[in-house]
């Protein structure tokens, strides 16, 4: 049987490398970018990798994810921090026991210190919405002034809603830390690609039975023949592009977020203090990137991204982060079920194919699944 995958970021190309590695057969990969690796990509310019579509951070618990991405690369030992800067004090999210003190003065954190820790069991999570359901009136203070400080603006920023109107699932990301620990993913296995996200999928694809076609989109009289060979049985189609697209907007646009990104040289060693320095309540912009810190590259001069979240609109600029609430999700449910009662050899994975906020093991995992559900 022929395949066809559809997109040449992450999902297509562990699919891609699995139906050649597994099931011995031929895979032509369609990208409609001019490069590879999604939103991944990642480029050198002035000895920096830059990540065109905003910091990626490789972080899992799960070993099947590691090892088969460990084939393709080698990663290093970067623990991801965010520094986030709260009306002008520097302090680190997710909201940790260390946030406090760098807040607050040493007599009110030692006091919100000793409440919270004869609240909670050292080492918990708290998300937010949890954590606004405070008694105790010192802690309440410390609630409101987390919500207030960190998730209120953020969150109008990032999504255009407010917190209350989010799904908890996306706050939850983020959850107040009750201990020491400053990073912002505990996953046991985490490190960026020690030569970047786009030449770790390069070697995913590189494979003699995988042809990748950049600049090619899955549209018009291809697109027809190819859903007819599916039918017939002939080819299989994985398509991890989003499902509206695939069965052209029949039910109307799936909504998204999208993400501006405006990035600028500047000639000095380091722009900021880490990587990715937050700006939850103050400016327009959500996050400052500094490249250089992921692979600690030595450079006389540094590059850094500026972020902005913007509403998606289709044709205009790219699709970021699906919507979590229930009428996006029933929709998605709507084009699903119209796919499965149409269609046997068409496979829809991925962020946007799933129409899900997966993080980049997720997508991973995902991949190595449906490969060997088949
Ligand atoms: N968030 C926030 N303030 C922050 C960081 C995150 O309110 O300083 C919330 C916000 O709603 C965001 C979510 O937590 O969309 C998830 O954050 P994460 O950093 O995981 O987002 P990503 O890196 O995937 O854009």
Request: net charge negative.
């Given at each position: ?17 699995l ?21 991944c ?6 000895g ?14 799960n070993?099947?994810?590691w090892k ?11 623990m991801h ?9 520097h ?17 009110l ?17 708290v ?15 410390l ?19 407010k ?18 620990d400053q ?18 999928i ?16 899955f549209s018009?009289?291809l ?9 017939k ?19 109307g646009v799936?909504?998204?977020r999208?993400?501006k ?43 850094i ?15 970021y ?17 119209h ?36």
């Open positions: 049987m022929k395949n066809i995958v559809v997109g040449a970021g992450i999902s297509g190309a562990v699919v891609a490398n139906l050649a590695e597994k099931l011995s057969e031929e895979i032509t990969v369609l990208e409609q970018r001019v490069h590879i690796a999604g939103n990509f990642d480029y050198k310019e002035d920096i990798t830059v990540q065109k579509y905003g910091a990626h951070i490789f972080h899992t618990d070993i099947e994810v088969f991405l460990r084939r393709y690369t080698d990663f290093n030992q970067y921090k965010v520094v986030a800067v709260i009306d002008g004090i302090t680190t999210i997710p909201f940790s026991i260390p946030s406090i003190y760098s807040t607050f003065p040493p007599s954190a030692q006091k919100l210190e000793r409440k919270l820790l004869e609240k909670y069991t050292y080492g918990s999570k998300p937010i919405s949890d954590f606004l359901q405070q008694d105790d009136e010192d802690l309440r203070f609630a409101n002034f987390v919500y207030d400080k960190i998730f209120k603006d953020y969150t109008a920023k990032q999504w255009g809603v917190v209350s109107e989010l799904s908890s699932k996306v706050s939850s990301r983020v959850p107040v830390n009750i201990s020491m990073r912002y993913f505990t996953d046991k296995y985490q490190g960026i690609p020690v030569n970047g996200y786009t030449e770790m390069q070697r995913i694809l590189d494979h003699k039975l995988i042809s990748v076609k950049l600049n090619s989109c018009g009289d697109k027809s023949e190819l859903l007819k060979d599916s039918q049985g002939l080819v299989r189609i994985f398509y991890t592009g989003s499902i509206d697209e695939l069965l052209d907007y029949k039910y799936l909504p998204y999208s993400l990104f405006e990035f600028s040289k500047v000639n000095r060693d380091f722009y900021q203090e880490n990587s990715v320095v937050n700006y939850p309540c103050n400016y327009d912009f959500t996050r400052i990137h500094e490249f250089k810190y992921f692979l600690s590259e030595q450079t006389p001069s540094t590059i991204a500026k972020e902005y979240p913007i509403e998606y609109k289709l044709g205009e600029n790219e699709r982060y699906p919507i979590d609430n229930h009428s996006n999700n029933s929709l998605y449910q709507r084009y699903k079920e796919l499965q009662a149409t269609f046997t050899n068409v496979f829809v994975l991925g962020r946007l194919g799933d129409y899900h906020y997966y993080d980049m093991d997720d997508s991973v995992e995902k991949a190595l699944n449906l490969i060997h559900s088949i």
